[in-house]
T-cell receptor, first 114, second 113 residues
Framework: AQSVAQPEDQVNVAEGNPLTVKCTYS??????LFWYVQYPNRGLQFLLK??????LVKGSYGFEAEFNKSQTSFHLKKPSALVSDSALYFC????????????FGKGTTLSVSS | DAGVIQSPRHEVTEMGQEVTLRCKPI?????LFWYRQTMMRGLELLIY????????DSGMPEDRFSAKMPNASFSTLKIQPSEPRDSAVYFC???????????FGEGSWLTVV
């Protein structure tokens, strides 16, 4: 069975500092990995994904994530946080088999202070 | 905005009433998903369809929940009878025929009192 763990319920960072939101996964075969962001009272918005290729994936709003197969991790990063990045972030995984669904982590609340 | 319509956006209903949530995804998708979000349980996959056929409904919590996809452009999630513990945000999501990314609607915010 596939699963996702986001070990931190909340991450606090000062504006301008780098941020990292952690994610580890478990899936059979090659993983398809995703990050989504959710702002208050809104749906989830797609940020970036890793399917294959370069382990460092760049996405929307200056975010990037690094796929580490040996550590089964897919941490979300940004070099310089903005107050507007404050939101709920979800990591998700699915197997490479066609037609499978995304399984989401519990989410990590990112709070960026000015 | 990835072009899906979920309705109603907000619903408050009394316990025991029937609730029907609707989703109209963009054209060109082949997979549709219903997720539920609560504070306690996070995002849970309820059911998903491929080419309008239900593939996995193991996430549907009870027989009170049912979902249909009569055609490629419309799906419903029904709760009958509703209970206060069904209060949550229900998201419809879809994956396009040509991609791997799943896109979410804005959700239906259900409160059962």
């Amino acid at each position: 069975a596939q699963s996702v763990a986001q070990p931190e319920d909340q991450v606090n960072v000062a504006e301008g500092n780098p941020l990292t939101v952690k994610c580890t996964y478990s899936v059979s075969g090659n993983p398809y990995l995703f990050w989504y962001v959710q702002y208050p009272n809104r749906g989830l918005q797609f940020l970036l994904k890793y399917i294959t290729g370069d382990n460092l994936v760049k996405g929307s709003y200056g975010f990037e994530a690094e796929f580490n197969k040996s550590q089964t991790s897919f941490h979300l990063k940004k070099p310089s946080a903005l107050v507007s990045d404050s939101a709920l972030y979800f990591c998700a995984v699915r197997g490479a088999q066609a037609g499978t669904a995304l399984i989401f982590g519990k989410g990590t609340t990112l709070s960026v202070s000015s | 905005d990835a072009g899906v319509i979920q309705s109603p956006r907000h619903e408050v209903t009394e316990m025991g009433q029937e609730v029907t949530l609707r989703c109209k995804p963009i054209s060109g998708h082949n997979s549709l998903f219903w997720y539920r979000q609560t504070m306690m349980r996070g995002l849970e996959l309820l059911i998903y369809f491929n080419n309008n056929v239900p593939i996995d409904d193991s996430g549907m919590p009870e027989d009170r929940f049912s979902a249909k996809m009569p055609n490629a452009s419309f799906s419903t999630l029904k709760i009958q009878p509703s209970e206060p513990r069904d209060s949550a945000v229900y998201f419809c999501a879809w994956r396009t025929n040509s991609g791997n990314t799943i896109y979410f609607g804005e959700g239906s915010w259900l409160t059962v009192v």
